[in-house]
């Protein structure tokens, strides 16, 4: 290569395609044509058809996008298996592998794999939207696992997966049957009979190509003791009998034989993609595009290009450069390249951890964080310039400022040394993240100290202390540094280190990312945990000790293998009712065939459309401006509110929003218009283009400033009354009188499948049909067709099934599919719009925040006599259901205690947040948790336990509520003593009290709370069943053929009970419908435990 002024000779050779092998059964080899460098793999496998991957997140944070690649390793020698999050992962970094989408596993037609076999068989999908992406997490463990993996591993290559309904007991007792197993279960292959050497793949339990030595499975399959119905795998095919490994499939020959070679391809927007195999070549291309990015994982280019819409030019995939991947061990430490897989730098340090001296590998831990980390152990970074000049910088001197580092535009990173530690040096590392997996620092730490023996003392010669999460860089606490060389070390070191760091580690009231007090005193009590920490492992060598009840500090969260029991009595009626029958759509949700909103194909001439977004909390629009969107590549159409040709004006109860805002908007996410274009890509990139002016309002931002400013709802004024609540006060009947405020938070619904509808029309724009993502497709028509001005009569709703709802998907899913009518109606073409996570996050309300302000009055045993509660909630811009949401926490408000005197006000208040609305439990969970409060600050008052004060004010048969209803069939107290018996609570209260007397640092509590819940929808008309069975006859058969329903089934079981019940009447094939809106009036969606049980109960 020559590098000059004008001439720059260019060795890549362009390809025109590139090839990868995608598995789905019948698929096979696939040329990636050029052009598609802006493409991600889940992008491309789901424009190719194959829609059983699904996209949750988008950015590598649910794992519903997960399958298994695998190549061919040089170095290795044998073929590597990985699972990937295909929604991160570009198209073209996959070339010349090999791809395993949940089709390719097993599907309905030639059997089910065991994995998907034994998931269904374990009840481990609900909604099924996640289910793929487990599937193929274990599959990729067991496809690349040596040995069968044990229950931890299990449960760790699950960490990157998200389920919201199922819970994770069955989908891990669904799986921990394939730990440790015996591979008889999976093949009628013999161990005995491989030739010795020969590697028997678990999952296929075939010799494979992965050449590793051979597996004996001697050791059998582990029993859970909590569940005795334990699945077991099963090794055939349920459709013919055949064993499965006959349909394993196993890695392609020919790329086997392929040679990589260097790539240069291209993207959308003029996007470059290179793949150099070679340093020199990376060097070349570095000296020619100074801006270009290099790319590994993509897990922070591929946000940063998706979600912060950043357009990088050019990507170099640095993956399979040989220099970037060493991993050396030497004598003075460790060398690990610049793009070195964290999964093989943990293999790598547990290894090494085995092998070296321990004092040499006193933090092999990589869990946490790294900078702060390489920057206290003494890490030296090696860095490569353009003409391949070597430099090497320390760590601690790389980190620049905020996404800065001591690199030029012409310099990568080769690799970072990390050297051994000495005797009496301990390096360690501190993580606090709101989840224990897959999840972002709040703070984190890396920290240094070296000691040396003098005399009797062990003084400080050498310490880093590095903190991330509270600055924008890698902080080094340099005062705290200073301070403790040189001193012994000892309490006096700590409590003087503790008074710098507070010094170093400054944090502003109003610093990014908030929770200031709380990452203050992280800073100091990882500090504290380090001193225990050091202080325990001298203790080791030298005899000081320190107090047995400080040891907890210093432990590290250890979590045991999931365990779970579910323990119910099956009580048959006739043929299958009352018994524990997989649910039907299971076995189409673990091989991916079950199909969503998003996952029907668009017709030829269909168009997607993106959103266009209120950026203002409250403001007045000035103008619209949409002349650079017009220009935009593929762009189809705008419309505004001007263009709707029904009626502007949508709501479930009250019209009080605009579909598209006309001249305010009065929260941020608010809808002002759609675009349409040919891609999805295409109709975001348009609508990103309209400019919109506004004038800027004053915007209220909480409840209390609601509370302040009297923005209440119109009419939303409630209250309830029992007794009188003043004269009880004023009598003096109450020995103690105490009051409150609760504030309980909202909760995003993060349903698994984000909202989506696909919208067409027929005869010519005389009718319109949908499907859509809803728990209520009735709204969806009665939306429809009142914005395009039509009779419901002409606009059809269908909902097979949705992946996951919660509330969230009731109405606040209807307004995405009216907007998405407009353009569909008015060019009479389909149109889909399906939200990307970020959008729908922001734009689709979530569970209503509450404030509870309350008073109440009690006898010196804790008897209650009188409760004034004022209750709030945040309904954000618009009233949508916010009032019966309201309601519901006010009926909810008493629990389950027998209140005398009651008295409670509730107010609806007006914020400018997006419309907040329906979420598990509809207010009630709210009522309840401020309830459970007051009964909490009564227990302190009066010293003593909350479920003393519970007990005596329990109601019970006959109890009159303050909504004027009787209790029947209380079985309260009953269940109440069962289970504090059968859970032996005060025993575990006992062990939790001496628990803490022995921990310092580490405590456990035990609570029992009791609750009761209305079924029924208080607008009583809405409690209606409707089933609609369908009879076929054939011959002399006679059987039911279709059952229509209106409870809208989300994998909770409503398609099940009717189906059960007909089979007993009928004994036939029978397919269940959804809510069929052509053909059933007012299905309105389901709700507070009404839905097909309202159904059955007829
Ligand atoms: C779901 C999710 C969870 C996460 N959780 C955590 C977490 O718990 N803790 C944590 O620390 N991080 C976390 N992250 C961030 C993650 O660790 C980083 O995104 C990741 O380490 C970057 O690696 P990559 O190979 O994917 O990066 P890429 O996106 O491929 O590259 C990252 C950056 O490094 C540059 N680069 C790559 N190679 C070189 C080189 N040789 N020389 C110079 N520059 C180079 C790239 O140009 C780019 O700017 C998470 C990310 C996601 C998506
Ligand atoms: S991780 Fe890829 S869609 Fe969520
Ligand atoms: S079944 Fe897992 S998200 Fe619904």
């Known amino acids: 290569m020559m590098v000059g002024n004008d001439r720059v000779e260019f060795r890549f050779t362009k390809r025109m395609s590139a090839i990868a092998h995608v598995e789905s059964l019948s698929d096979t080899q696939r040329v990636l044509p050029d052009g598609l460098a802006h493409l991600t793999l889940l992008e491309y496998l789901r424009d190719i058809g194959l829609t059983g991957t699904k996209l949750g997140c988008g950015e590598g944070g649910c794992g519903a996008c997960t399958v298994m690649v695998s190549h061919y390793n040089e170095v290795l020698k044998k073929c590597v298996h990985y699972a990937v999050n295909a929604c991160l992962a570009p198209l073209y970094s996959v070339e010349g592998m090999h791809i395993i989408t949940v089709e390719g596993v097993g599907n309905r037609k030639t059997g089910l794999h065991p994995v998907q076999e034994s998931l269904a068989r374990s009840h481990g999908s609900q909604c099924g939207f996640c289910t793929p992406g487990f599937i193929m997490s274990m599959y990729a463990l067991l496809r690349s696992s040596e040995l069968p993996p044990t229950e931890e591993q299990i449960e760790e290559c699950l960490a990157g997966n998200l389920c919201r309904c199922t819970g994770y007991r069955p989908i891990i007792d669904a799986f921990q049957v394939f730990a440790k197993t015996d591979d008889a279960f999976y ?570 509808s696909l919208v067409w029309t027929m005869d010519s724009g005389s009718e319109v049909h949908m499907i859509s993502s809803t728990q209520a497709p009735q709204k969806h028509q009665k939306y429809v067709a009142e914005v395009l001005g039509l009779p419901m009569s002409k606009v059809v709703c269908k909902t097979k099934r949705i992946g996951g709802g919660f509330g969230g998907k009731e109405t606040r899913s209807a307004f995405i599919a009216a907007a998405a009518s407009v353009p569909s109606y008015l060019l009479n073409r389909s149109v889909k719009l399906t939200l990307d996570r970020d959008v729908d996050m922001m734009i689709t309300g979530q569970r209503h925040t509450f404030l509870g302000k309350y008073k109440v009055g009690f006898t010196k045993e804790g008897r209650l006599l009188a409760l004034d509660l004022e209750i709030y909630n945040n309904a954000g811009n618009s009233l949508d259901l916010s009032l019966s949401v309201l309601e519901r926490a006010m009926f909810h408000s008493d629990n389950v205690y027998e209140i005398p005197n009651i008295r409670i006000r509730g107010r609806v208040c007006f914020t400018n947040f997006p419309s907040h609305t329906a979420f598990r439990g509809f207010g009630g969970p709210q009522g309840m948790l401020i309830a459970e409060n007051w009964i909490q600050k009564i227990a302190v008052e009066l010293n003593k336990n909350p479920e003393e004060i519970r007990e005596i004010n329990f109601q019970g048969e006959g109890s009159i509520l303050h909504y004027s209803q009787q209790l029947q069939y209380c079985t309260l107290g009953q269940l109440w003593n069962e289970l504090k018996l059968s859970s032996d609570l005060l025993r575990a209260r006992e062990d939790a009290k001496q628990f803490n007397l022995q921990n310092r640092w580490k405590k456990r509590g035990i609570a029992m709370v009791p609750t009761k819940f209305g079924i029924s929808f208080t607008t009583k008309f809405m409690n209606q069943p409707m089933y609609g069975v369908c009879v076929a006859k054939k011959k002399s058969e006679v059987g039911v053929s279709l059952v229509k329903k209106l409870a809208m089934g989300i994998g909770c079981g409503a398609d099940n009970p009717l189906p059960s019940m007909v089979a007993r009447l009928l004994l036939h094939h029978i397919m269940v419908v959804a809510p069929l809106v052509e053909m059933m009036a007012n299905c309105h969606g389901p709700g507070v435990a009404v839905g097909v049980n309202a159904d059955l109960s007829r």
């Open 187 to 756: 093949t009628n292959t013999s161990s005995s009979d491989l030739q010795s050497g020969e590697f028997l793949c678990p999952s296929t339990g075939k010799p494979c190509s992965c050449k590793s030595k051979s597996l004996n499975g001697a050791e059998t399959c582990k029993k859970s003791t909590a569940n005795e119905n334990k699945y077991e795998p099963v090794s055939y095919s349920e459709v013919d009998g055949s064993t499965y490994t006959d349909k394993e499939l196993i890695f392609p020959p020919e790329l086997l034989l392929r040679k990589l070679t260097p790539l240069y391809l291209n993207g959308f927007g003029g996007l470059k993609w290179f793949r150099p195999l070679k340093i020199q070549h990376l060097l070349e291309l570095k000296a020619k595009f100074p801006d270009a990015k290099l790319v590994v994982g993509n897990t922070e280019v591929g946000i940063e290009m998706r979600l912060k819409r950043i357009q990088y030019k050019v990507l170099i995939s640095v993956a399979h450069v040989p220099e970037l991947n060493v991993l050396h061990v030497k004598d003075d430490g460790l060398e690990i390249g610049a793009a070195v897989r964290l999964t093989e730098l943990l293999q790598m340090f547990r290894k090494v951890v085995n092998k070296r001296a321990a004092h040499e590998t006193s933090s092999s831990s990589p869990i946490s964080d790294l900078n702060p980390l390489w920057m206290a152990a003494g890490a030296k970074f090696q860095i490569i310039d353009c003409k391949g000049n070597i430099r090497t910088i320390m760590a601690e001197n790389f980190f620049l400022g905020y996404r800065k580092v001591d690199l030029t535009s012409g310099e990568i990173l080769l690799s970072i040394f990390l050297p051994w530690t000495r005797p009496f040096e301990y390096v360690k590392e501190f993580k606090q993240a709101h989840r224990r997996d897959d999840d972002i620092a709040i703070v984190n730490a890396g920290m240094r100290v070296f000691l040396e023996e003098k005399g009797e003392d062990l003084v400080v010669s050498d310490a880093l202390i590095v903190y991330g999460g509270v600055a924008p860089l890698s902080l080094s606490a340099v005062k705290t540094k200073e301070f403790v060389i040189g001193k012994n070390w000892d309490q006096e070191l700590l409590q003087g280190a503790l008074k710098f760091l507070e010094i170093d580690i400054f944090l502003k009231e109003d610093a990014p990312g908030g929770m200031v007090e709380f990452r203050k005193s992280l800073t100091l009590s990882f500090f504290f945990k380090f001193f225990l920490w050091v202080s325990q492992q001298i203790c080791m060598k030298k005899s000081t000790g320190i107090p047995l009840s400080y040891l907890s500090a210093t432990q590290p969260f250890q979590r045991p293998s999931i365990m779970g029991n579910q323990d119910y009595e099956i009580r048959k009626h006739g043929t299958s009712v009352g018994s524990p029958e997989i649910h039907l759509s299971s076995r189409l949700q673990v091989t991916g065939e079950a199909e969503y909103a998003d996952d029907t194909p668009m017709p030829s001439n269909g168009l997607h459309a993106a959103l266009v977004l209120s950026r203002k909390p409250h403001a007045k629009i000035l103008s619209i401006d949409d002349s650079e969107a017009k220009s935009s590549p593929g762009f189809a159409g705008i419309f505004l509110a001007k263009d709707v040709p029904g009626d502007n004006h949508i709501g479930p109860i009250t019209h009080d929003e605009e579909l598209f805002a006309t001249q305010y908007v009065t929260c941020v996410g608010q809808v002002i218009g759609v675009v349409v274009a040919d891609t999805h890509e295409n109709a975001k990139l348009a609508a990103a283009k309209v400019v919109i002016e506004y004038e800027e309002l004053p915007a209220i931002l909480s409840i209390q400033e609601a509370v302040d400013a009297k923005s209440f709802h119109p009419n939303s004024e409630k209250c309830l009354k029992k007794g009188d609540v003043d004269l009880c006060f004023q009598s003096g009947q109450c020995d103690k009188i105490i009051d409150g405020e609760v504030h309980v938070g909202g909760q995003e619904h993060f349903y698994l499948e984000p909202q989506s």
